[in-house]
């Protein structure tokens, strides 16, 4: 069988397929349960300075071709999370933490209250007000945010971008000039619904963002771009659910992707095995390896 | 799925603190499943199934608030029927059920007694005017009553009726109630895990096992898709009985 380990982003992992930010990552059994289950790394509920409990309901609802959520960044703090990281580690897998901050201070703030086998900064979020996308909109906040967290910490610092504006490449670049390992993309797609007995919005917090295989076409776009583009590497992550939205995902140039959604889908937690399983088979039937897999759709005429 | 809208029918003040709301449509549950309620405009939180129906809500906070103030004619959106519910087995049941936990138990007693399987009930309350459903209750069989101030029945918490019954002589135990309680049952029938099914309460949010707020530790079950139904030997070395967490994620230590 064909080997999927390898670095991605500075971290070593035994298999680039990971879970993503935010999806059963409020507690570090849920974590270990995701290593356990084959994810070759996984990234926390992103994590801030305060604990906030989140919007209020509808945080999640059911819409064509995926789900929408706004969820509102529940999380504990940091100071409550240290011990759901180390419990998360017992499954084997390196730990990712994603924080939240209003600015660079309460980044660093969190990234340095933190032991984690590397940092993903959520600059994308776009449903909460005056943190995610809000500042992540701004390559200069990115650049500086990342920058600020790279000078305090010596693990490896992944930048996660919004596809929410213009020019996904300008807010990569700026990542890269700060000094981050890699950047994550995407994070999900502003969107709304809306419930027509009543008139009124479906979530909570009236939008909210949308995942799943609806976004698959804008996430495979943001990272052809981004891996055009990018001297360092590019996760992606955005409606993966089977071995072949991974291969094409690092056909755009992804040296690793993540999984969100699909594990609320049908087959949970056992995503991460079988899209292992069906990219492995599918290098030994090609006979290439990941290294030529990654970025092939920039090389192909 | 989207929430559907459904229209109130009729509502019934059971107790002082508890009603039932019944809706113009079935949404065709397992007895022991639930359903997400969208309070519009105020929070949407879950709520089992008393009837193929209806709901049974106690008032407690902002959104059973907003659904104790609304009338006949009225609606909410609900998401369901979700998660796993009880599983119906042997020939000779108990159900015990504390407070408004004896919502869904009523549910499942019916069915049972439709099929033939002869139903005991233990309810369980602070008083005898918060009794739930005993008139339903004792349709279907026999029932032992406590309260915890001796207003009726025995005088004493749920497990005080215990020492009434012959537990022995049950295939398959039922509980729903508030966690200690619940916890405080399950310690006194020790051996007879695998014949206990207890429906557990936990934070939702998303209801369809991804945003991770009601994982159980250590192993990581996620109560909203593999419960709220689980037999007691899967919730023995959990943290069921010793903590819960909150909305953020942190942890409470065992309440009431
Ligand atoms: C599977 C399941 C079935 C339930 N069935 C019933 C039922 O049949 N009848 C009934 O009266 N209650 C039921 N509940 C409890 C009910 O969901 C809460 O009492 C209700 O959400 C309180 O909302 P509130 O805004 O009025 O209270 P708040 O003021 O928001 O909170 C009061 C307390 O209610 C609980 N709570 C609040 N929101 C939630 C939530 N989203 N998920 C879980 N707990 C919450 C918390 O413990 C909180 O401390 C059930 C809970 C679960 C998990
Ligand atoms: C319920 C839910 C919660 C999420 N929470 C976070 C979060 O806390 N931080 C973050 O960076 N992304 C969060 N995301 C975004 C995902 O990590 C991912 O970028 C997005 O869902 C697209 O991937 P998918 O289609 O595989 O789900 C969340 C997504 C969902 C559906």
Not at chain 1, 91 to 112: D, Q, R
Not at chain 2, 61 to 89: M, Q, Y
Not at chain 2, 169 to 182: K, N, S, V
Not at chain 2, 214 to 237: H, K, M, Q
Request: charged content about 20%; some cysteine.
């Amino acid at each position: 069988m064909a080997s999927l380990s390898g670095e991605v982003g500075g971290i070593r992992m035994e298999s680039p397929v990971m879970l993503a930010a935010g999806i059963l990552g409020t507690t570090g059994a849920s974590l270990r349960r995701a290593a356990l289950a084959g994810a070759g790394a996984v990234v926390t509920k992103s994590v801030g300075v305060a604990p906030r409990e989140g919007h209020r309901g509808p945080t999640v609802v059911q819409v064509e071709g995926g789900l929408l959520n706004a969820m509102g960044l529940p999380n504990p703090s940091y100071r409550n999370f240290q011990e759901e990281i180390d419990i998360g580690r017992g499954g084997g897998a390196p730990v990712v933490a994603s924080i939240f901050g209003a600015g660079a201070e309460e980044f660093v703030e969190v990234a340095t209250g933190l032991d984690a086998d590397g940092f993903e900064l959520n600059l994308s979020c776009p449903h909460a007000e005056r943190l995610g996308a809000e500042i992540g909109c701004e390559a200069c906040n990115v650049e500086a945010i990342t920058r600020a967290v790279k000078e305090e910490v010596n693990v490896p610092v992944w930048v996660k971008l919004t596809p929410n504006v213009a020019d996904v490449v300008g807010l990569g670049l700026a990542a890269e000039r700060g000094g981050a390992d890699g950047v994550v993309a995407i994070n999900t797609l502003r969107a709304m619904a809306i419930d027509v007995e009543s008139g009124m919005p479906i979530l909570g917090n009236r939008f909210g963002g949308l995942s799943g295989p609806a976004i698959k076409p804008v996430a495979v776009r943001c990272v052809y771009d981004l891996a055009s583009a990018l001297e360092i590497p590019v996760i992606g992550v955005g409606g993966i659910a089977s071995w072949e939205d991974a291969a094409e995902m690092m056909m755009a140039g992804a040296r690793g992707v993540q999984v969100g959604t699909a594990l609320g889908m049908v087959e949970g937690y056992g995503v991460f095995r079988s899209i292992a399983a069906g990219l492995s088979a599918y290098l030994d039937r090609k006979g290439i390896g990941m290294e030529e897999l990654v970025g092939l759709a920039r090389r192909a005429r | 799925m989207r929430p559907i809208s459904a229209r109130i029918v009729e509502i019934v003040q059971e107790t002082p603190t508890v009603r039932s709301l019944r809706f113009d449509r079935s949404l065709g549950p397992v007895p022991g499943q639930y359903l997400m309620v969208w309070v519009r405009g105020i929070d949407e939180v879950p709520m089992s199934f008393s009837y193929r129906d209806g709901i049974t809500v106690q008032l407690v906070g902002e959104a059973t608030r907003a659904i104790f103030d609304l009338e006949v004619g009225g609606s909410l959106g609900l998401r369901g029927p979700l998660g796993n519910g009880f599983t119906l087995s042997g020939e000779r049941i108990l159900l015990v059920g504390g407070g408004v936990g004896a919502a869904p138990l009523a549910l499942l007693g019916e069915a049972a007694a439709e099929a033939g399987i002869e139903v005991t009930t233990l309810l369980a309350s602070r008083c005898c005017d918060d009794l739930l459903f005993l008139k339903r209750f004792e349709r279907i069989g026999e029932v032992v009553i406590t309260t915890d101030d001796g207003s009726l029945g025995i005088c004493g918490r749920a497990s005080a009726g215990l020492s009434a019954l012959q537990l022995q002589e049950f295939d398959q135990i039922y509980l729903c109630g508030p966690e200690p309680m619940m916890a405080d049952v399950i310690g006194r029938c020790a051996g007879m895990e695998t014949k206990i099914q207890a429906s557990i309460d936990r934070y939702f949010k998303c209801g369809m096992g991804i945003c991770g707020s009601c994982s159980l530790d250590p192993s990581g079950i996620r109560v909203c898709v593999e419960g709220p139904v689980f037999r007691a030997d899967r919730l023995a070395g959990t943290e069921f009985g010793r903590y819960r967490r909150g909305a953020s994620g942190i942890k409470l230590l065992r309440d009431g």
